[in-house]
C-alpha cells in the first residue's frame, strides 16, 4: 500500500490532545489544554439561539459576514484606531489556528525562514513546516522571558522571511512592553519580513499591563497579519470564530487559502459574535475581574505550597517552575502527576525547539471552575 505524505511523516499527536486523554483515562482534574471548564456568558448564547431561529442557517461569504467583519472593524478602531476595511481586510477563519495556518500558507515558500519564539503556540512550527518552512527558534528566556536583540539579529538571515509573535503569550503569561516591540519592529523593518502578530489573549491583561498590536507601530500595518479570536475573548472556544486583519495584499492572499480550506465559519456565530463585539466595553471589566480572581486564587495557592514564580500579568496560563519538587524533566514529573495525582498539566519542553529552558517547568491552565483549581490544589499537597 502506498504511504501518507512525507511532509507529515514526522508529526506526532499535540501534546494538548496527549495530555487531555491521559486525564481522562486517569480521572484527572485537567488543568492541561487551554481551554475553560465553565461556559461564556449566557447573553451571547442566547444572541446565537435567536440567530439560529432568524435563519442564519447557509453558507456565510467565504471572506465572513459583512456584520461581522463590520464590528470586527469597528472594535480596532475604537480600541487601537487601526482603521482596517472590513471588505478588503478582514477574514473570518474557524478559529485564530486557521487563520494562523493559512497567513502562513499564503506567504511563506519552501525553503522560507521563519523565526519564532520560543515556547511557542505548537500549531506554528506544523504550519510552517506543511508549507515547506524552515522553522527558526530565538528562545524568550526564563524566569521573564525575556527577548534578546543579538539573539534575534543572528538569527536573521537571507531566507528569512516571517517572524510570529504572540501578544499576551501562551505559555507565560507574558504582556509584550512597547520596548520590547520595537526591538520587532526595527527588525522587521530592516529586513522586510511579514509579522503574524497572535493577539488572541489580547482582553487577558491585568495588574495595569497594556496591549500594544505590533500594527500600531510605524511601518508595520503593511506587512503584519493581526490574528485574534472570539473564542478567547468569550470564553467559548468550540464556536471556532476567529479573524485575520491585514493589508489588502495580504489579505488576497490568505483568502485564496482560506476558500479552498474551510471556505466559510457557521454563520449563526459569526451573526452573534457581530452583536457581542459592539458589546465589549460592556463585557470585558466583568471578563478581566472574572480571570484575575482565578489568577490571583491559584497563584496564591500555589505559592502556599512552595512554588516560588512571579505572577503573570495577561492570558490564562502560568509557567511554574518545578526544580524545588522534583529531579525529575517536564514530562517525566507531568506523567508522574496526572497518573499518581490524577492532575494534568502540559509539559512545555514541547513548544520548544532549541532551550532545554522548559524542561524545568509546567504549564498550567487556571481558566477553571473554583472547584476545578481548589480539587488541582488538594493533589498537589506534599509535594
Known amino acids: 500500500m502506498k ?33 475553560p471548564d465553565f461556559d461564556g456568558p449566557q447573553w451571547l448564547k442566547d444572541l446565537a439561539k435567536d440567530k439560529i431561529e432568524q435563519g442564519h442557517g447557509q453558507y456565510a461569504p467565504f471572506m465572513g459576514t459583512p456584520s461581522l467583519r463590520s464590528s470586527v472593524s469597528s472594535y480596532y478602531k475604537r480600541f487601537y484606531q487601526l482603521d482596517y476595511n472590513p471588505d478588503s481586510e478582514i477574514t473570518i477563519t474557524a478559529g485564530a489556528t486557521e487563520g494562523l495556518f493559512i497567513s502562513i ?44 536583540e543579538s539573539e534575534l539579529m543572528r538569527a536573521i538571515t537571507s531566507k528569512t522571511k516571517m517572524i510570529i509573535v504572540n501578544n499576551p503569550h501562551n505559555p507565560s503569561g507574558k504582556v509584550w512592553e512597547k520596548n520590547e516591540l520595537e526591538i520587532i519592529v526595527k527588525l522587521a523593518i530592516k529586513h522586510d519580513l511579514f509579522v503574524i502578530s497572535d493577539e488572541v489573549y489580547e482582553f487577558l491583561v491585568f495588574d495595569g499591563a497594556k496591549h500594544f498590536p505590533l500594527a500600531q507601530f510605524p511601518g508595520m500595518r503593511e506587512r503584519t497579519f493581526t490574528i485574534s479570536s472570539a473564542g478567547k475573548t468569550f470564553g467559548l472556544t468550540g464556536w471556532k470564530t476567529g479573524w485575520i486583519c491585514a493589508p489588502p495584499d495580504l489579505t488576497k492572499a490568505v483568502r485564496l487559502v482560506h476558500q479552498y480550506v474551510t471556505f466559510s465559519v457557521a454563520t449563526p456565530m459569526q451573526e452573534a459574535i457581530a452583536d457581542g463585539l459592539n458589546r465589549l466595553e460592556d463585557y470585558l471589566p466583568e471578563f478581566r475581574s472574572t480571570y484575575k480572581a482565578k489568577r490571583d486564587f491559584f497563584f496564591e495557592g500555589l505559592k502556599k505550597l512552595g512554588f516560588e514564580f512571579s505572577i503573570p500579568r495577561g492570558t490564562y496560563f502560568m509557567m511554574v517552575p518545578i526544580k524545588s519538587k522534583t529531579t525529575k524533566n517536564d514530562v517525566e514529573f507531568a506523567m508522574e502527576l496526572v497518573q499518581e495525582r490524577k492532575l494534568a498539566t502540559v509539559p512545555p519542553s514541547a513548544f520548544y525547539l532549541k532551550s532545554k529552558e522548559g524542561q524545568s517547568y509546567l504549564r498550567f491552565c487556571f481558566a477553571k471552575n473554583q472547584s476545578t483549581l481548589e480539587a488541582a490544589l488538594k493533589n498537589l499537597e506534599g509535594l
Open 3 to 35: 504511504k501518507t505524505a512525507l511532509r507529515i511523516a514526522h508529526f506526532k499527536d499535540s501534546i494538548f490532545g496527549v495530555m487531555s486523554k491521559l486525564a481522562r483515562d486517569n480521572n484527572a482534574v485537567n488543568l492541561g489544554q487551554g481551554f
Open 105 to 148: 500558507l499564503g506567504s511563506i515558500d519552501p525553503g522560507d525562514e521563519v523565526i519564532v519564539l520560543e515556547p511557542f503556540y505548537d500549531s506554528y512550527v506544523s504550519s510552517i513546516e506543511m508549507a515547506g518552512g524552515v522553522a527558526v527558534p530565538v528562545t524568550l528566556h526564563a524566569p521573564d522571558f525575556n527577548i534578546i
